[in-house]
């Protein structure tokens, strides 16, 4: 079990602030959005900030899709387990997001870029669905340099596990690869997240540089299918590309990759390198009505799943508390977890659950205890 200061995990992305309002058809058309998507902000999508602002009962909320995961493994681990990297501007919003971090208990490390602004995710939600569209502005110019600094290495070089979110492969590859082989060399976890459809799509040479390095690899139904078109693989079922990904050349052949890919409300799908067909594993029912926002619902997920790697636990447990996290996270407004009412160690899920409980039971003992 991680103790005190020492950050088991270490997540790297780019931290932003979500915007999230709600939204209709026609706002979508307006920006050329669609409805269960993330794109990366053009011209002509820069207004659509301020108009959910002023527009849209928006709500501000600490993003980024690696710092929500970084936050949810945190919610689940003990105190200071977790660290997060990235680059903010020196501004206000940033100043947002460090408070959120401390309040979850999460080290914030940020590179500081004063001539550009924090970046901002516009989340519009319809129903169950939410469009992304992120200006990373100052999350774009992480260097390096900042990793590899004497004040950050060390850290680098005490976690035991590192998480590096797929949109940081818009940002700064040379810091991913880094962590890469830091990994292989040291024989530490590697773990990277598809993130979006365009990752694959657009970003190819630099999710296939790190891939022979993963020896975890999460993503959804969607981000697989992009992965397969852009990787000869296409009409190949979601297993079959789960599979294809995991029996990819690995530099570190101590671990095996496993592969996870989520689907929504059906079941998670799990391929390890070597071995034949996938594991399903059922999600828990969540009733519609208690369904409040679907944003973040993957990055609660990875932070679930990583918390039972870093603790040690089973693949089999590790998916479940994944799911648990994603469970927690879509009855709230964007990738937040609900306090708990004992503010003591253990949190509820090492309190409350154990491999031979039944996941029903473990979801309605929370409702207990929320």
């Not at 269960?36 to 849209?56: P, S, V």
């Not at 899709?65 to 003990?78: C, D, E, S």
């Not at 397969?228 to 671990?255: D, F, T, W, Y």
């Not at 040690?312 to 998916?319: D, Y």
Request: charged share 20%; glycine share 8%.
């Amino acid at each position: 079990m991680a103790s005190k200061g020492d950050y088991g995990l270490l997540c790297l992305e780019n931290p932003l602030l979500d915007i999230q309002g709600q939204g209709d058809a026609a706002m979508l058309e307006k920006y050329g959005l669609k409805a269960n998507d993330a794109i990366l902000a053009e011209d002509k999508h820069m207004d659509i900030f301020d108009d959910l602002l002023n527009n849209r009962d928006a709500k501000l909320i600490a993003g980024g899709a690696a710092q929500n995961t970084a936050r949810g493994a945190q919610y689940i681990l003990p105190p200071s387990s977790v660290l997060f990297i990235g680059c903010v501007g020196a501004d206000s919003t940033a100043d947002t997001l460090r408070d959120a971090c401390k309040t979850a208990g999460l080290r914030a490390e940020y590179l500081v870029d004063p001539s550009l602004p924090t970046g901002r995710c516009g989340v519009v939600i319809t129903g169950h669905d939410r469009s992304l569209v992120t200006h990373l502005a100052a999350a774009n110019e992480y260097k390096l340099s900042h990793l590899t600094s004497p004040e950050i290495w060390p850290l680098v070089r005490a976690a035991r596990m590192y998480y590096v979110g797929g949109y940081h492969l818009t940002a700064c590859p040379p810091a991913a690869m880094a962590l890469a082989e830091e990994a292989a060399k040291e024989n530490k976890v590697f773990a990277v997240n598809l993130s979006a459809p365009f990752i694959p799509q657009f970003f190819k040479e630099q999710l296939d540089s790190v891939i022979p390095y993963c020896d975890y690899v999460i993503g959804n139904e969607t981000e697989a299918a992009a992965y397969a078109e852009s990787h000869g693989l296409a009409g190949k079922s979601v297993s079959e590309i789960a599979v294809a990904i995991a029996g990819i050349e690995k530099v570190n052949k101590q671990r095996k990759r496993v592969v996870v890919i989520t689907q929504g409300t059906e079941e998670t799908l799990v391929a390890v390198q070597g071995e034949q067909g996938v594991k399903g594993f059922q999600v828990h029912d969540v009733p519609k009505e208690a369904i409040c926002d679907t944003t973040g619902a993957g990055d609660a997920f990875a932070g679930g799943f990583l918390a039972g790697l870093v603790e040690s636990k089973s693949l089999e447990e590790s998916v479940h508390m994944g799911q648990w996290l994603a469970s927690l996270s879509i009855k709230e407004l964007g990738p937040q977890y609900a306090i708990f009412l004992f503010p003591t160690f253990p949190p509820y899920y090492e309190a409350r659950y154990s491999l031979g409980a039944a996941y029903p039971q473990f979801h309605t003992t929370h409702e207990i205890f929320r």
